[in-house]
T-cell receptor
Framework: DGGITQSPKYLFRKEGQNVTLSCEQN?????MYWYRQDPGQGLRLIYY???????QKGDIAEGYSVSREKKESFPLTVTSAQKNPTAFYLC??????????????FGNGTRLTVT | KNEVEQSPQNLTAQEGEFITINCSYS?????LHWLQQHPGGGIVSLFM???GKKKHGRLIATINIQEKHSSLHITASHPRDSAVYIC???????????FGAGTRLTVKP
């Protein structure tokens, strides 16, 4: 079955540590996205990538970094510079971005708790 | 003010009731999406609309472009419909997706 796999589902870290969230897709999609979801708020875009070896900052990129070395993979690193990292993180992909009416496919999310 | 507003925030219904969730937006859009987020957190796409009305099973989505408003209806609601329903729009000017905060629906047997 094609889809997006995020791992792990739950992640716990101490303050000051970097942590990397995994996102893998086998849908052959060019575009991949990372969103953050907080209670009572809509999803907010952290980073996106339209093609391998290229990515752009979203609305809330500070304290995060990404890489896109392979089409299937778009890992997100939450660095110690992120002031409030505890949140639910969702990875998504779509077949296109500029020709925009392609639906987003989402993973099941990773809940990160930093104490 | 958020660019995408949903109402209500929370909704509790009895099994069999007709459900309506509303979405208003303030930007010009090329498409509007309705998404369903299950308790485990995964999100699935229900509808993508740019005009008119779409139906899939017991779910119906409508959009009024002039009024910048969309509704999601669920007929003969069932406890398995319990989820968070999210409205999202793709802005016409920059292709950005903007998301509502979601409506938490609980359907009781």
């Amino acid at each position: 079955d094609g889809g997006i796999t995020q791992s792990p589902k739950y992640l716990f870290r101490k303050e000051g540590q970097n942590v990397t969230l995994s996102c893998e897709q086998n849908l052959n999609h060019d575009a991949m996205y990372w969103y953050r979801q907080d209670p009572g708020q809509g999803l907010r875009l952290i980073y996106y990538s339209q093609i391998v070896n290229d990515f752009q900052k979203g609305d809330i990129a500070e304290g995060y970094s990404v890489s896109r070395e392979k089409k299937e993979s778009f890992p997100l690193t939450v660095t110690s510079a992120q002031k409030n990292p505890t949140a639910f993180y969702l990875c998504a992909s779509s077949s296109r971005t500029v020709l925009n009416n392609s639906p987003l496919h989402f993973g099941n999310g990773t809940r990160l708790t930093v104490t | 003010k958020n660019e995408v507003e949903q109402s209500p925030q929370n909704l509790t219904a009895q099994e069999g009731e007709f459900i309506t969730i509303n979405c208003s937006y303030s930007v010009g859009i090329s498409a509007l999406h309705w998404l369903q987020q299950h308790p485990g957190g995964g999100i699935v796409s229900l509808f993508m609309l740019s005009s008119g009305k779409k139906k899939h099973g017991r779910l119906i989505a409508t959009i009024n472009i002039q009024e910048k408003h969309s509704s999601l209806h669920i007929t003969a609601s069932h406890p398995r419909d319990s989820a968070v329903y999210i409205c999202a729009v793709r802005a016409r000017n920059n292709n950005d997706m903007r998301f509502g905060a979601g409506t938490r629906l609980t359907v009781k047997p």
